[in-house]
């Protein structure tokens, strides 16, 4: 990415977010005080082992958690003084979700998986051509059972960018995956950032995914302790696993 003088607008403005959880009589704070940026066609990799803090940050950012403390914007819109109707337009509207299981549908085809979220989208991508960023047109008529494990995670980034997501959120995307699918897994989800400009946020424990962005915000322990830009992005299939 640029210098902080020529940096594209903020898509996402976190404040002193934190978020407790009540376990019983244990209080488990999952994020404490994390402020950051995120950036118009950014791509950023969450990084930090198991309990850091990702997910519950990922959560928050998508709409799907609310914060204990702290306030979170997305551009104009304080997503903490939103209501449940508000948020739920929110991610209906502006944000993909890609998550380590994939969620299909079995009964219904990869073209059918996608058209789920073409029906309710304002202006949606064509479900085929959903299906041809991540290379998959040509199994666009099989079942989620013919396809193998990363083509079922494909099918889920074509669903989750069918409507054209301002932005795009996926937790351990490669995590039930094994390596060189995985890499064909990382290469859709890059290809989505650079053709649709998609700012996109991915979660990880793996430190060689990182090497892959534009900015890399590390977490330990609900804090972020690092954060870093590369200034040059190293390509999937070039990462040392």
């Given at each position: 990415?640029?210098?902080?003088?020529?940096r594209?607008?903020?898509?996402?403005?976190?404040?002193?977010?934190?978020k407790?959880?009540?376990?019983g009589?244990?209080?488990?704070?999952?994020?404490r005080g994390?402020?950051?940026?995120?950036?118009e066609?950014?791509?950023?990799?969450?990084?930090?082992a198991?309990?850091?803090?990702?997910?519950?940050?990922?959560?928050?950012?998508?709409?799907?958690?609310?914060?204990?403390?702290?306030?979170?914007h997305?551009?104009?819109q304080?997503?903490?003084?939103?209501s449940?109707?508000?948020?739920?337009?929110y991610?209906?509207?502006?944000?993909?979700?890609?998550?380590?299981f994939?969620?299909l549908?079995p009964?219904?085809?990869?073209?059918?998986?996608?058209?789920?979220?073409?029906?309710i989208a304002?202006d949606?991508?064509?479900a085929?051509?959903?299906?041809d960023?991540?290379r998959?047109?040509?199994?666009?008529?099989?079942f989620p059972?013919?396809?193998?494990?990363?083509?079922?995670?494909?099918?889920?980034i074509a669903?989750?960018i069918?409507?054209?997501p301002r932005?795009?959120?996926?937790?351990?995307?490669t995590?039930?995956?094994?390596?060189?699918?995985?890499?064909v897994v990382?290469?859709?989800?890059?290809?989505?950032?650079?053709?649709?400009?998609?700012?996109?946020?991915?979660?990880t424990?793996?430190?060689?995914?990182a090497?892959?962005?534009?900015?890399v915000?590390?977490l330990?322990?609900?804090?972020?302790?690092g954060v870093?830009?590369?200034?040059?992005?190293?390509?999937?299939?070039?990462?040392?696993?």
């Open positions: 990415m640029n210098s902080d003088t020529t594209p607008a903020a898509v996402f403005r976190a404040a002193g977010v934190t407790i959880y009540q376990m009589e244990v209080r488990v704070h999952a994020l994390v402020s950051l940026e995120l950036y066609h950014e791509f950023v990799v969450l990084l930090g198991s309990g850091s803090g990702k997910s519950t940050l990922l959560n928050i950012l998508g709409g799907l958690d609310v914060p204990t403390s702290g306030t979170v997305y551009l104009d304080e997503l903490t003084a939103s449940d109707a508000e948020l739920t337009q991610r209906r509207k502006s944000v993909g979700f890609v998550f380590q994939y969620n549908i009964s219904l085809t990869a073209r059918e998986n996608v058209e789920l979220i073409t029906e304002s949606p991508l064509n085929l051509d959903a299906l960023l991540v998959l047109k040509e199994r666009a008529n099989h059972a013919q396809l193998s494990g990363g083509e079922q995670q494909r099918v889920a669903r989750a069918a409507k054209r932005v795009l959120l996926c937790d351990e995307p995590g039930a995956l094994d390596v060189q699918t995985g890499i990382l290469e859709a989800i890059v290809r989505i950032n650079r053709e649709l400009g998609t700012t996109t946020a991915v979660i424990h793996n430190a060689a995914i090497k892959m962005a534009h900015r915000i590390s330990s322990d609900g804090q972020i302790s870093r830009e590369n200034q040059v992005q190293v390509a999937a299939r070039e990462l040392e696993w």
